[in-house]
């Protein structure tokens, strides 16, 4: 069963505006991690944020964490036709994150 | 450095049949995990293997099964195959230091048809 659910579960942007991704989880979490997959194929990891962490950047991308509503969000800003592809948010079933559970994802697609 | 290879990349079965599918992690890893991804039930994690021992599973039935050897290359089998088993399968290799917080590295999958 899905532990995390995206939200939107598709979103359409232009180039160069922002993106933003919801992801609810329903059980405490060691860490949250973000994941990218491009058109069925492997996922690429993105970030990860600890359980104590509420926010993190790399590069283009930032990332919110909320343990006491159970949230996260993954902003990309200024999109690229590049970004597009489906994200997904994962939590671990045990500490060393090794056992993902992912939500539904959103798919994003990004025009040019 | 090379990536996390899974073997074969493409696969045609009939039901009824069974099929093994390979994975060799990043070297250095000890974790290796599995995942299957349907359109209806999105990514869903199988087991996790880390020195030889299945140290989590998921909710699959018994018809799943997997193994890890000594070199952390894993496989896994998929007995009496039904056409719900059709997928992409994907395999993911971690350090998993103590502690945790160790991020993933998938490999490319194994794209599974039943008919």
């Known amino acids: 069963s899905q532990q995390g659910e995206e939200d939107p579960q598709a979103l359409s942007i232009q180039e160069g505006e922002n993106a933003t991704m919801n992801c609810s989880y329903k059980?405490?979490?060691?860490?949250l991690q973000w994941y990218r997959q491009n058109s069925g194929r492997g996922l690429v990891h993105l970030i990860l944020?600890?359980?104590?962490?509420r926010e993190k950047h790399s590069g283009r991308l930032r990332v919110t964490l909320d343990t006491s509503k159970k949230s996260s969000s993954l902003l990309i800003t200024a999109s690229r036709a590049a970004d597009t592809a489906s994200y997904f948010c994962?939590?671990?079933?045990?500490?060393?994150?090794?056992?993902?559970?992912f939500g539904k994802g959103t798919t994003l697609s990004v025009s040019s | 450095k090379a990536g996390v290879t899974q073997t074969p990349r493409y696969l045609i079965k009939t039901r009824g049949q069974q099929v093994t599918l390979s994975c060799s992690p990043i070297?250095?890893?000890?974790?290796v995990s599995w995942y299957q991804q349907t359109p209806g039930q999105g990514l869903q994690f199988l087991f996790e293997y880390f020195s030889e021992t299945q140290r989590n599973k998921g909710n699959f039935p018994g018809r799943f099964s997997g193994r890890q050897f000594s070199n952390s290359r894993s496989e896994m089998n998929v007995s009496t195959l039904e056409l719900g088993d059709s997928a992409l399968y994907l395999c993911a290799s971690s350090f998993s230091m103590t502690g945790g917080n160790t991020e993933a590295f998938f490999g490319q999958g194994t794209r599974l048809t039943v008919v």
């Open positions: 994962a939590t671990d079933l045990n500490q060393a994150g090794t056992a993902l559970i």
């Open positions: 059980t405490s979490i060691n860490n």
């Open positions: 070297s250095g890893h000890r974790s």
């Open positions: 944020i600890r359980s104590n962490e």
